[in-house]
DNA sequence: GATTATTTGTCCGTATGTATA
DNA sequence: ATATACATACGGACAAATAAT
């Protein structure tokens, strides 16, 4: 794309360029984590002194699109973490097929009643006792995402303790007798990150979200657990179909 | 609910407010896209100073569950449309099954290289010529996507005249003679608004949208069409499985 | 089209309780 | 104990947008 800012457009020149990048970026003209052209070669491409490419740039930087690095260059955003949506969806087991090191730990849990909403999706009464867990969910040791799971406490009576013996949801499932689950729905949302959510994950309150809010079933289709996953938007994709 | 928030609980009572229109909406206390009650009558019922609601209302707004509209009203969050995703996905057709009015229209097209990521997707080579198409989506007239999407060129060689003339991606594409096609694969991420989408959908810049990326394939398997959509975050949501 | 009422948005100020230095 | 800063809550007035007359 040769094309060249217009300055009559009523928009800042700065702003223009980094429309056109992020255009750029997002439909993968430069390779995931390679290097864009340098600065000099930009500023030729768009016609435009040096300093309004950085101007562009440090915007870019800011939204977590590129980064730059002092005599290195500029590099595109690296790969997002595939998360495929399937009956059998393991945050663990997709992390680790991306050869990539799992991890992920409990940040908090509670009991507390189920309100209207949960209970419809879990098939309980309104006001049955719920496990509530917060687990931050980590690959390469970076933040991927943070989940809160909602089960029927009387369903699970030693999933906090086995968690914390096994790490791992699903290996704490089984200790409580459930060996296998699958994920019936799922619904995927984009959200501005809170202050909570933002401080785990390690981004910009206000930064985007994508949210999913998935329903575990057990073998003969009742409802086990219902899950709240925010993902940090630069960090993984969904994936759906082959 | 007459109920009046404690003075002596040791929270704030804009906050008791908040929780309590909170649950109010989630059990559906006001219809989805309905208005609230003034400020004026909520600060009646529960006997406390107007700016006190504000503040409670303006948390609810930050979380997306209200919409204040000056010399209107507050008024609940409408129900988000649900896009189910399958390997027949059809815009209009979803939005008309939840008996709403579908619209869209071509706001801008070019023909343009393949650059090497497009051509990866397409299974064309790089540099073949492609058609990008523009595209507003609606549903009862309010914006709810932009979508861009490429073809090869060669194969499409009217789609433009055709889609002026029938305002429809699939029927436009049944005029060059592509009766049907399906969605092989979606993928899902969020993303910060830019100036120029988030002028198409009425939404600030920097406000979340939820972003997807789909390969559409002939019956043969053969790639189609690559598109790239971008919804308002508040709008919709993608649903996956029963 | 003009006027008026309704409703939210913004600004001024005052008082009070709470946590901190 | 004292002073300071901050969040909370209240009261009033007016501006701005909308809707109804």
Redesign the interface.
């Known amino acids: 794309?040769d094309i060249r800012p217009d300055r009559s457009a009523g928009?800042a020149v700065w702003?223009q360029i980094a429309?056109a990048l992020?255009a750029d970026l997002?439909?993968?003209?430069f390779?995931p984590g390679g290097r864009l052209p340098t600065e000099a070669a930009l500023s030729a491409r768009f016609g435009v002194n040096r300093h309004t490419v950085r101007r562009a740039l440090a915007v870019l930087a800011a939204?977590g699109l590129v980064r730059a690095e002092r005599g290195r260059g500029v590099f595109a955003r690296p790969a997002?973490l595939?998360y495929p949506?399937g009956?059998r969806t393991r945050f663990s087991e997709i992390v680790a097929g991306q050869h990539r090191e799992p991890g992920g730990r409990l940040i908090g849990w509670a009991e507390e009643p189920a309100?209207?909403?949960l209970a419809a999706e879990l098939g309980v009464g309104p006001g049955t006792r719920l496990l509530r867990l917060e687990t931050l969910r980590e690959a390469d040791a970076t933040p991927i995402g943070v989940a809160t799971a909602w089960l029927e406490a009387a369903r699970v009576p030693a999933l906090v303790a086995a968690h914390e013996r096994t790490g791992s949801v699903t290996a704490a499932l089984a200790a409580c007798g459930i060996p296998d689950y699958r994920?019936?729905?799922?619904?995927?949302?984009?959200?501005?990150a809170g202050t909570e959510d933002a401080g785990w994950l390690g981004v910009a309150p206000?930064?985007?979200?994508?949210?999913t809010e998935s329903l575990n079933v057990t073998a003969d289709g009742r409802p086990l657990q219902f899950a709240r996953a925010r993902?940090a938007?630069d960090r993984?994709?969904?994936?759906?179909?082959?």
Chains 1, 2 share one sequence.
Not at 183 to 192: F, H, I, P, Q
Not at 206 to 211: C, N, Q
Request: charged share 25%; hydrophobic share 50%.
């Open positions: 794309m928009v702003r429309d992020r997002a439909i993968g003209a390779p939204e997002r595939d949506i009956p309100n209207l909403r994920r019936r729905t799922t619904r995927a949302v984009a959200e501005a206000g930064a985007p979200l994508l949210v993902f938007a993984v994709q969904l994936v759906v179909g082959s």
